[in-house]
């Protein structure tokens, strides 16, 4: 019984992911998104998978295929990101949300496509909801886990963050490093804990970086059993 949970100290845990970009319509052949490729996301979610969970991964567009044994949700803008992660909030016991999603969509969308006309064209864009916010003021015993995608003030900006949306754990990305953030095999991260305890890890592939972050997330769910 006890080499079982070593070798899977997941097993029996629900633990949703989010991966990938999200899309925000302007018309039939227009969109806003970003750089995220998903990679992380996926790998977490495989990782999460090996160690025993029962995964739920709620994927923007990526070009990625599901790994083996993981329950896919494919979505594609902020909106339904939302109403599928609020959909398998309540039975998770740990959520990571690495999806970058979209901060503004069109205020306007289009059913029809806009044909060019002379001169500028502007486009007024709203917010979306900060889906990570509204579940660090909805969690009840789950372990929430955020991401931080910074090209400046890396340390203080992902502590904000940590605190303004109410989280156990931030993995903070400096996007503008080499080998770190959106593009690329590799990763390089820093962890900062709810209790402040601050982690440099080095550069390290995805797959590693995932198990590094599963490695510092599973004491916090011990804590709760
Ligand atoms: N996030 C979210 N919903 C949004 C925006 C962000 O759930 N509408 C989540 C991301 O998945 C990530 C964390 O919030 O885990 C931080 O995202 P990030 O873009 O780094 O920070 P923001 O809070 O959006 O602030 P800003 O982009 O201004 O730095
Ligand atoms: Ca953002």
């Not at 002379?118 to 990570?132: A, H």
Request: hydrophobic share 35%; with cysteine.
């Amino acid at each position: 019984h006890t080499y079982f949970h070593k070798d899977e100290p997941l097993k029996g845990k629900n633990v949703l992911i989010t991966a990938g970009p999200t899309q925000e319509r302007i018309d039939p052949v227009r969109f806003f998104t970003n750089h995220s490729t998903g990679k992380m996301g996926y790998a977490i979610a495989e990782a999460a998978h090996e160690l025993g969970a029962n995964v739920t991964l709620i994927s923007g567009p990526t070009n990625l295929a599901c790994p083996n044994g993981v329950h896919i949700i494919n979505v594609t803008s902020a909106q339904e990101m939302l109403e599928a992660v609020l959909a398998n909030f309540e039975r998770a016991d740990l959520v990571i949300k690495s999806a970058a999603v979209a901060d503004y969509r069109p205020k306007e969308t289009f059913v029809h496509k806009r044909k060019k006309q002379p001169g500028q064209w502007s486009i007024e864009m709203e917010r979306t909801t900060d889906i990570l916010k509204m579940l660090g003021e909805r969690k009840t015993t789950q372990i929430l886990v955020g991401f931080a995608a910074e090209s400046e003030h890396l340390i203080d900006n992902a502590k904000k963050k940590l605190e303004t949306k109410n989280l156990d754990f931030i993995i903070a990305n400096n996007i503008i490093e080499e080998g770190s953030g959106f593009k690329g095999d590799t990763n390089k991260i820093t962890t900062i804990s709810k209790g402040g305890e601050i982690k440099e890890h080095p550069l390290l592939s995805k797959k590693e970086t995932a198990r590094t972050i599963l490695n510092e997330v599973i004491p916090l769910l011990e804590r709760m059993r």
